[in-house]
């Protein structure tokens, strides 16, 4: 009995060194050379994956690149498109403005005018001390719009050739006859002139003028003269380019 109890006692006592071994044995490392064969494999399984992700990586890099070249190569041909429609839309400005300007040319050169010296009524104009402006209300035709009705002027638009008549009227007077004179900017030019005591006279004159742009061509009423108009337009002054130069 005392046997048996000193025995029980001995492995009461015994009993923590042995746990405490057992821990301390399930503790230890294992060197790799002793490993069991699942413990081997974990590592390889990680390596595995770290290839799988790189390998996966490099893949989406490559499909990256390719899909940044097709939109490089997409971007570059937008480019020659677009570089290829602005030289057209340059290309069409040019006409555009080739065409204004022939047709500002076409304008200039299209000019003709013909007025006579009333609007309405009938009556004299004159005799003056001086020599007058002669202003022809009555305007025909003004095409380019080079004759001023307000003042009487022609003013050259282009440099050309231009031709200038006039024609005067008048019934007879002992003091007066009827004289005007053809003005190119403060030179005179021609002057018609007619006299007769009674009765219905009239004259005539013109003349071909190398203008300058802006030269002002106008009539002027002779010193103690006068002019006749009525409703039939007796009295006129016309003019038209005949070419440029």
């Known amino acids: 009995m005392e046997i048996t109890t000193s025995f029980l006692l001995l492995l009461l006592i015994c009993s923590p060194s042995t746990v405490q071994l057992q821990k301390e044995s399930d503790n230890e490392i294992i060197p790799l050379g002793e490993q069991t064969e699942p413990q081997r494999r974990e590592p390889t399984n990680a390596s595995n994956h770290q290839q799988t992700s790189t390998q996966d990586l490099h893949a989406l890099l490559r499909e990256m690149s390719f899909s940044l070249a097709e939109q490089g190569v997409e971007m570059r041909h937008m480019q020659r498109e677009n570089e290829a429609q602005a030289a057209k839309l340059r290309e069409l400005e040019l006409k555009t403005t080739e065409l204004d300007k ?117 009539l002027r009423l002779w010193p103690n003269t006068r002019i006749y108009d009525n409703e039939h337009h007796h009295s006129t002054f016309s003019g038209h380019l005949l070419f440029t130069m």
Do not use: C
């Open 102 to 218: 022939i047709k500002q040319l076409l304008q200039v050169t299209q000019v003709a005018f013909s007025a006579s010296l009333l609007a309405s009524g009938a009556e004299y104009v004159g005799p003056f001390d001086t020599t007058t402006p002669l202003v022809f209300k009555n305007v025909v035709t003004n095409i380019g719009n080079a004759y001023d009705p307000n003042t009487g002027f022609f003013i050259a638009p282009v440099r050309g050739a231009y031709n200038f008549e006039y024609y005067i009227g008048s019934y007879g007077h002992d003091s007066y006859a009827s004289g005007v004179g053809l003005v190119k900017n403060k030179e005179h030019i021609f002057l018609a002139w007619e006299h007769q005591p009674s009765h219905y006279g009239s004259t005539a004159n013109g003349a071909t003028l190398l203008l300058e742009v802006g030269d002002v061509v106008f």
